[in-house]
């Protein structure tokens, strides 16, 4: 049982890089989300999809882009790598409203 | 829009002491309560979930939390803590309507032999 599948686990990127976080989940849910957590804060949502095709913005979306092509696969892309983006990042899936959230183990960027 | 405050950013205590680690919100219309762990390294797990119906609920793991809908608070208690419970500890609500989670910015529960 595999659940919520993030990669890579760490990355260090240069300032001004582009990367794609990977996210996919086996548990056939319509909702996934992208959250960032910084130290000693919550979690902040950055993009959320509730089915194929269909994305929108959360609280933080700038700096960053998704796509939902499937019901399985989130990616996160970063485009032009910031310090403030250093953070680690959770994907993280429902089944419904009324559902938990099933997350992954996180994803630890560094942009230096 | 919702918000959720965590009262207490850390929390000491001893071994097989109670613990209680507050939680209110705010909204302007009806959600669904959950508390969260975190242990080091981790993703967050469910610890319980309030969707309806009685207003305590129980968790793993012995924890359990009362929904006070008039003081919109949630906060989470165990009766006898173990070391093993030390992790970060988030609230969180979603709009009934929605599928949108907000976060607390969690408590650190720290428990001492």
């Known amino acids: 049982n595999a659940g919520v599948t993030q990669t890579p686990k760490f990355r260090i990127l240069k300032i001004g890089q582009s990367m794609t976080l990977q996210c996919t989940q086996d548990?056939?849910?319509?909702?996934m989300y992208w959250y960032r957590q910084d130290p000693g804060m919550g979690l902040k949502l950055i993009y959320y999809?509730?089915?194929?095709?269909?994305?929108d913005k959360g609280e933080v979306p700038n700096g960053y882009n998704v796509s939902r092509s499937t019901t399985e696969d989130f990616p996160l892309r970063l485009e032009l790598a910031a310090p403030s983006q250093t953070s680690v990042y959770f994907c993280a899936s429902i089944g419904g409203p009324r559902g938990e959230l099933f997350f992954g183990e996180g994803s630890r960027l560094t942009v230096l | 829009a919702q918000s959720v405050t965590q009262l207490d950013s850390q929390v000491p205590v001893f071994e097989e002491a109670p613990v209680e680690l507050r939680c209110n919100y705010s909204?302007?219309?009806?959600?669904?309560l959950f508390w969260y762990v975190q242990y080091p390294n981790q993703g967050l797990q469910l610890l319980l979930k309030y969707l309806s119906g009685s207003t305590l609920v129980k968790g793993i793991n012995g924890f359990e939390a009362e929904f006070n809908k008039s003081q919109t608070s949630f906060h989470l208690r165990k009766p006898s803590v173990h070391i093993s419970d030390t992790a970060e500890y988030f609230c969180?609500?979603?709009?009934?309507?929605?599928?949108?989670?907000?976060f607390g910015d969690g408590t650190t529960l720290t428990v001492k032999p």
């Open positions: 969180a609500v979603r709009d009934t309507n929605a599928g949108k989670s907000t």
């Open positions: 909204s302007s219309v009806s959600v669904y």
């Open positions: 548990m056939n849910h319509n909702y």
């Open positions: 999809s509730v089915g194929a095709g269909i994305t």
